[in-house]
């Protein structure tokens, strides 16, 4: 690509998304289309998380698109915290007047367009809780949210993005506060998992919580120019909504109680993580768990020899592959045969990210063989005979997934300090640009000590640097906080964050 | 259940919806919460109809659920045909001031939430059309819509619903025909074989067109009522939609064309139509392709007795279940072992319209059998080994399945009427009402030739009777209009609708 990360990070990941064509920015402000590449991974990753979610026990439901204006006025702290970033319907008719465009059939009360649904799906779980039977409700959906986004950011940041937004209710607190650590651990196996991402997880800070909850948990993934992306949450709300909205149950004892709730999300944000976690100047490069294509054949296409063969050899292997399964699933195969020359497509797929790029000519069919890019590898051409190369590609697609998960971890470990002791320190570190990893100079997570006082991380606001969370492990003794100087109990992660 | 199709028919679809506990209205006026039955039955159809789409080369893409209103003026007949139906977002943000909601930050321009997305994704079609070699541009997207409804019922009509829409574009108008052709041939496959819904497909007369297009080809599910349910539609858009937003391309002389598009959708009205279709009055009856469990196993608990071999027995049972296959993928079992009478959680079952429920007994299990029952049959208990079971349910899930289809056939041949000739006795038979067509004296579809004018129609309206489609299967003789005595070219289903 033109742009690489050394040059300009921000445009770099611009230019990977448009060379790889995944989405692109609409013509509604801060809204994006996600194309046929970039649906393809957020399905694959639907698909992986969805299964998991069933696993754990919890079904899929829907809830309507609209909240009304006083269902979210009912929990303070989560109305105030949404208040700026509103969707709001207020009419319902469209008159063509003189040229004119004018609203007609105006609401009662206005509507919301959700945000999030913790509001509107406690006024379900009011009707459907009644005994202690009934708990626990453990459901999840699938939807479009909305934002207002100001600084507007494919696939990190966007006015609708796409997620899944879990919502449990329970008997106890105990309960929920157990729920809330499943769904975390069930997000960090995933994402380290499937999407090799390597991330910390850990409480939020009173101060960074989800309006109206007790507990957030977050897992916060480091990206190549050593920024924190939050990939995911997990809170704890406590009886605060099952308050707002009179959830409550009987208990075996016959008295009237509180459900317990939480709620878990991730979004298109994670596709932004995995292309800011593994692409290179080349492009995009995909693990193969959520790769839509794991091998794409190209067919090399000479203008004086017969296509035919070489197609009909592709399309044999390609058989051959789909029989093969990589983490028990179908190999996902392609031959490209496009109208479009050999050289050209083959970096259509290595831009797009595809594990393994096949390509064939008639040379090599000649001698039954092929040659194929490991897309960690590109610089490297492979001859081998299609045989060995259907017998080794699990063994290669592993190697790939591991591959990629190996740099990120290294990543987060070559860049997380965690021997920055006093301020002077801390803001000399923090100095240095949040630019490629790569370019002596930037700065990555530091892990420290912190009081825990909100007002300490006023002077930071200059760095641009936010805590993260504060990760479950922790020393045993505790220490002095970096800030203030003050003494403090735990160790926090101090980071810029998208 | 209490009602029944024959007491009264609109009361008893309710009530199935409630009995198999699908989905419930919601606090937002004319929007449903799908609930985790009813959204298992749509992730089924979702799954299922996404595979064809695929199959036949569409890729999966995501547009924005916001649509500036000048864009959709754009299509004169598109806006004029939406307009009455919108939400529209007009400000950003909400303020609390002395206990009342204030609106702030008003659009300069408001955003229609997407009723359709033809508007949208034509503005994206332009950006990524510029040559022959681009086309065709083939994709789809799974989405949430709003149409404001003043008579809403669950998953027949409501305010927001989800959909999958298919947005093509050809070089031709050969080609957008042939696709607009593919894609209802699609709809046809799926709603007879995997739905077995029964159904007439056509092209709808000029004046029940999409706002906009050019043709209209719909399927025309009957219910049990006799009324018609249009299940999917595909429309030619021809070149409007292309001439409005410029989509143009040079063709391999080098000369600028419109490109010709089209766009095809089903809905969540599609689970109304299995319910129309296929429940009974003891509740859901589902097609096994479309079940969520396709086998439910109710462990009978004594007092006296140990639960523990019961279960295991029927968890062993599920196991090899799973490894038999029906239409190619693992049997879905379900072993409930909720704290429940048996008895109460076998009608849950039947209720919720599982093909085969199995219930299991200390008795059965010192004989080795279990006790099954097929919900076509529900008064028989059947007694058999486990092994037999096992060995036959790919065998009886398919009885099931063309069971149903075998019913809805049967109820499309009986309830349409080829023999009404002229006025008199076409107002005759559409007095009676419509009503379960197992009650004497309902009314189903009217085959007929019509003349094609709209105005004779306009006495229908008491009678609430309107052409559904034109069938593609037509007598080679024209014939004389039903409505008017004119010579007519074609015959039309004549019906109520849903």
């Known amino acids: 690509m033109d742009i690489t990360r050394q040059k300009n990070y921000t445009d770099w990941y611009q230019e990977v998304i448009k060379a790889a064509d995944m989405a692109e920015n609409s013509i509604v402000r801060g809204c994006m289309v996600i194309k046929p590449w970039g649906m393809g991974v957020w399905e694959r990753l639907q698909r992986l998380l969805d299964d998991e979610i069933k696993r754990t026990g919890h079904d899929n439901c829907y809830f309507p698109l609209f909240v009304p204006v006083g269902l979210f006025l009912k929990e303070a702290a989560h109305v105030e915290g949404f208040a700026k970033e509103m969707a709001l319907v207020t009419h319902t008719r469209l008159k063509i007047v003189d040229g004119q465009v004018k609203l007609e059939g105006q609401l009662e009360e206005p509507l919301v367009v959700r945000p999030t649904s913790e509001t509107i799906i406690a006024e379900s779980f009011a009707q459907w809780i009644q005994s202690y039977r009934d708990l626990p409700v453990l459901i999840n959906q699938w939807a479009n949210v909305v934002r207002w986004e100001l600084r507007p950011r494919l696939f990190m940041r966007t006015t609708e993005f796409l997620w899944q937004e879990g919502h449990t209710a329970h008997a106890t607190g105990a309960e929920a506060q157990a729920e809330a650590m499943t769904m975390l651990e069930v ?71 509180h459900v317990h709730t939480t709620s878990w999300g991730t979004s298109t944000r994670m596709v932004g993580a995995l292309i800011m976690t593994h692409a290179d100047d080349d492009g995009m490069r995909l693990p193969p768990a959520v790769a839509p294509a794991q091998v794409v054949f190209v067919p090399i296409i000479r203008e004086d020899a017969d296509i035919e063969p070489v197609t009909a050899f592709c399309e044999a292997a390609a058989k051959r592959l789909r029989d093969q399964r990589f983490q ?95 301020y002077a320190a801390f803001r000399e570190h923090f100095k240095k640009k949040a630019d490629w990893l790569g370019k002596p100079g930037s700065a990555g997570y530091v892990r420290a000590y912190w009081c825990g006082e909100e007002e300490s991380l006023a002077p930071l606001s200059d760095l641009g640097v936010t805590v993260r969370n504060i990760p479950f492990d922790q020393p045993k003794e505790p220490g002095i906080c970096v800030l203030t100087g003050k003494p403090a109990a735990q160790q926090v992660i101090f980071a810029r964050a998208y």
Chains 1, 2 share one sequence.
Not at 196 to 220: C, D, M, N, Q
Not at 337 to 354: E, L, S
Not at 377 to 382: H, L, R, Y
Not at 399 to 419: V, W
């Open 187 to 257: 997000y960090r196996t995933f994402m380290t998992e499937q999407l090799g991402l390597s991330l910390i997880v850990g409480e939020k800070p009173p101060h960074e919580r989800f309006p109206g909850a007790e507990h957030t948990y977050s897992l916060e993934a480091i990206m190549q120019d050593g920024k924190a992306l939050q990939a995911g949450t997990s809170h704890n709300l406590g009886q605060g909504f099952a308050k707002a909205a009179n959830i409550q149950y009987q208990d075996k004892e016959g008295a009237l109680q």
């Open 328 to 422: 028990g699933e179908a190999v996902r195969v392609k031959v490209d045969t496009r109208d479009k020359k050999a050289q050209d497509k083959r970096w259509d797929w290595i831009k797009k990210g595809v594990p393994l790029v096949v390509e064939v000519g008639p040379r090599d069919l000649a001698k039954n063989e092929l040659c194929w890019i490991d897309r960690l590898a590109i610089a490297k051409k492979n001859f081998e005979p299609a045989d060995t190369f259907v017998e080794k590609v699990e063994e290669r697609l592993n190697a790939i997934q591991s591959g990629l998960k190996y740099a990120a971890d290294k990543m987060l470990a070559e860049h997380t300090r965690s021997d920055i002791k006093d």
